[in-house]
């Protein structure tokens, strides 16, 4: 192995030790937004579990599709300034709408203990 072999394998270890710390700390940072979103998202649910009650004590259906089109329209727009993929946020927030029915039926049916005791 000669000088310049040596030099170009030990450059090439050192490219990929900096390149393992930058992968580490990219990573550090999907945790914090992973976490970051876990928790957006257990409020959002604690906001839509009150407009299930809400819904449940007047009489109001579960679900509400004027309103749903509302936010995917919003969504969309919010996603496409931000650099995001509306088509994926929209099916982002359907998942999301989906379930907040579900829990909306839930509570209209007496069927959701936790959600009646909040």
């Known amino acids: ?10 450059q090439r270890a050192q490219n990929v030790e900096r390149a393992r710390q ?3 700390e990219e ?5 914090n937004i992973d976490a970051a979103l876990v928790h957006l998202l257990a409020e959002r649910f604690s906001h839509t579990q009150r407009v299930g009650q809400l819904k449940a004590a007047h009489g109001l259906p579960p ?6 089109q509302e936010q995917i329209a919003h969504l969309r727009e919010l996603a496409d300034q931000a650099g995001l993929d509306p ?7 359907r998942f999301i709408v989906t ?5 909306h039926e ?3 049916d007496g069927g959701d203990e936790e959600a009646n005791r909040s």
């Open 1 to 10: 192995m000669t000088l310049a072999d040596a030099t170009d394998s030990e």
């Open 22 to 24: 930058l992968l580490a």
């Open 27 to 31: 990573r550090r940072s999907i945790d």
């Open 63 to 68: 679900a509400d599709q004027s309103r749903e």
């Open 87 to 93: 088509t994926f946020a929209e099916a982002f927030l």
């Open 99 to 103: 379930e907040v029915i579900r829990h």
């Open 106 to 108: 839930r509570i209209r």
